[in-house]
């Protein structure tokens, strides 16, 4: 089994930065990517960033394209989000994934595995 922990949500003014962070622990060999999702209020969740774990090919949706970068620590199994400028649309639930996920499908909710708690991201204006 694997376990998730997120950490690094907060309250944050528009235009300002933070970083979280996605500790992974268990069974974390299978894991072929992780990724980040969030649901802001009103709205389904949607995708946001995703890194393979073995090749390190990253995916962003276009509405975090260039604000947003997720990068990986191998030997912590820990993935990261590192967002900047940030918006208030960008307030929401964050969530940590991961699972066994051809590259092709890391933008697919339904196909991972294994999943965070979330952490509240709030973005003032």
């Known amino acids: 089994q694997v376990q998730l922990v997120e950490s690094g949500g907060g309250l944050v003014q528009a235009g300002g930065s933070l970083r979280l962070s996605c500790a992974a622990s268990g069974r974390t060999f299978s894991s072929q990517a992780m990724g980040w999702f969030r649901r802001a209020p009103g709205k389904e969740r949607e995708f946001v960033a995703a890194i393979t774990w073995s090749g390190g090919s990253t995916y962003y949706a276009d509405s975090v394209k260039g604000r947003f970068t997720i990068s990986k620590d191998n030997a912590k199994n820990t993935e990261y989000l590192q967002m900047n400028s940030l918006k208030p649309e960008d307030t929401a639930v964050y969530y940590c994934?991961?699972?066994?996920?051809?590259?092709?499908?890391?933008?697919?909710?339904?196909?991972?595995?294994?999943w965070g708690q979330g952490t509240q991201v709030t973005v003032s204006s």
């Open positions: 994934a991961a699972g066994r996920i051809s590259p092709i499908l890391v933008k697919t909710a339904r196909m991972y595995d294994f």
